[in-house]
């Protein structure tokens, strides 16, 4: 094959366990988000506004969803010939097979992949991040710094630097040290999960890492302190733009809070960077003439007769007369009927809320499962 400039390849086999029933059929990058897309969407949007044409995307916890939204790659230009989308299980081989491990260890399995292409750079990417970034930005900066490894950080508040891979970097923006989320943190610039890789070196370090008994086989805790340990050239790549790890319910429902902000960094409506999807044909949305819209997003298919405030209704939702829903998100073909209220709630795919109904108590959030019928007066907080 031809050689390429910049393979991308994409983590997307993480259960997402703290986002609870979110992830209980599918992988975190394929939950619903924003009314029409998916997780994933926003890494693969942004590979493909960064004219990156190859892509790979590691599946392992309950991959059909993902399979099934992906499919070629068609709606993110990745339909190509030569190149495109290629979905990366794991699989076994004549010298045998396993899970995928760790971070490194699910590139190092699928270094055959990344040989065919014989890419100059590699780009790893978090499949379950909302933000939008110009990757070629991020790759000038690792050609101008003729680095090994580039880092993509952001600023965050101190009291949540421990969760995260903590760079420490002199005047010119060179990591002289790193810390996997540091108990007591000295520094609050923030690895994003986001790594340029000169491919010769990175190759290199996998091969290592992956012969190492004692390694996890994890970018943070392993490879990347090697590298710096070795005096290989690792730079920071300083991203002031909005970024979101939605781990959590509390920080999913945030993220759809902060779609709504009048201070809106996202931007889903701009059509100078989109967010592309899989959507499938369906007819526009009603709003009835006693409904009432406020700061709120509906997206096809929709039938609102009641009122939305502050609230994210995805494809195919029906809400009935006399209905109040604030500070939700209700997800594709949910039907809330007649005289009811939800407050500060998440209801899944396909859920059904009888009449005369309150859920939610406007503090913590309430989320419904898939497919669940809420009877007539049952009352959830």
Known sequence: MAKKNMVAMILAGGQGSRLGLLTKHMAKPAVPFGGKYRIIDFALSNCSNSGIDTVGILTQYKPQMLNAHIGIGTPWDLDRVHGGAAMLPPYMSEAGGDWYKGTANAIYQNLNFLDDYNPEYVLILSGDHIYKMDYRKMLARHIDAAADATIAVIEVPLAEAS????????????????????????????????????????????????????????????????????????????????????????????????????????????????????????PSQYIGPEARLENSIVTEGCVILGQLVNSIVFPG?????????????????????????????????????????????????????????????????
């Open 163 to 282: 969760r995260f891979g903590i760079m420490h970097t002199d005047e010119d923006g060179v990591i002289t040290a790193f810390e996997e989320k540091p108990k007591e943190p000295k520094s609050t610039l923030a690895s994003m999960g986001i790594y340029i890789f000169t491919y010769e070196k990175l190759r290199k370090y996998l091969i290592a890492d992956a012969e190492d008994p004692a390694s996890e086989n994890d970018f943070g805790k392993n490879v990347i302190p090697t590298m710096l340990e070795k005096g290989e050239t690792l730079v920071a790549y300083r991203f002031s733009g909005y970024w979101k790890d939605v781990g959590t319910i509390q920080s999913y429902w945030e993220a759809h809070m902060d779609l709504l902000s009048p201070e809106n960094e996202v931007k889903l409506f701009s059509n100078d960077w989109k967010i592309y999807t899989d959507t499938a044909a369906r």
């Open 317 to 381: 939702v029906q809400v009935g007369k006399n209905t109040r829903i604030e500070n939700s998100i209700i997800m594709e073909n949910s039907v809330v009927d007649d005289n009811v209220i939800i407050s500060k709630s998440i209801l899944l795919e396909n859920v059904r809320v009888e009449s005369h109904n309150a859920i939610g108590n406007g503090r913590e959030i309430a989320v419904i499962d898939a497919g669940k019928t809420i009877p007539s007066q049952a009352r959830m907080g």
